[in-house]
């Protein structure tokens, strides 16, 4: 934020604030042991045990929704799902996408069937495999269908069908890939992506995985699961 001062704190009882506001699974720990803070919350973008295995880590997270920090969640499926699991009571915002790059007015008309795939492989919550599953199958039975692929560093990233591929790049660059498609493809295990309304807002339709993360948030008729 232009003009405000940034001071690196690394004792929670140096901490002085009217409002101290968690951003992760670490920074809740410093954050419920600050002392001189009048109000907590805590801001939860997605369940974040469910990226690791049962162990030490899942553990050491599930711990602080323990904590006594007030939750505000990513959507209202992290809402619901932390009132089942930890009996939190949370407040929740909806995930939003910015129009001024997100648009139809960019949209081309494109004589070839194009899919274009969110394939962020470093994060195993967006189930690149299954994707590029269910490509490979697509493209086997309609080859005339042109892919394109996106988000994922392109070292060593390989398929075994044809594909335009693009690794991470800017948002304009991706409302240009969505501009030139027929069909979005954007998998979420966990929390609800924000990839599939901006493709919406480009004028895509969506497939995404038929789990609850996802069912949850958007209305009937929205999407393809």
Known sequence: I???????????????????IATDRWTAFP???AKKAVKKFYFIQDYESLFYEAGSTSVMIDYTYKLGLHPITAGVWLKKFLRQQHDLVADSFDLACDHDIYNTKFRKMNT???????ARGNTPRRCVELGLMALADLNRRMPEVHIILFGFDKKGFRVDFPAEKHGLISPLEIAALYSRSTVGLSLSA????????????CGLPVVELNLTNNTSIYPKGTIIY
């Not at 966990?190 to 807002?201: D, F, G, Q, V, Y």
Request: hydrophobic content about 45%; overall charge negative.
């Open 190 to 201: 966990t929390n609800h992506s924000l990839i599939p309304k901006e493709m919406m807002a």
């Open 31 to 33: 954050v419920a042991a």
């Open 2 to 20: 232009s003009g405000c001062k940034i001071y690196p704190l690394s004792n929670p009882d140096l901490i002085e604030a009217d409002v101290l």
């Open 112 to 118: 070839t069937p194009t899919v274009v795939f969110y």
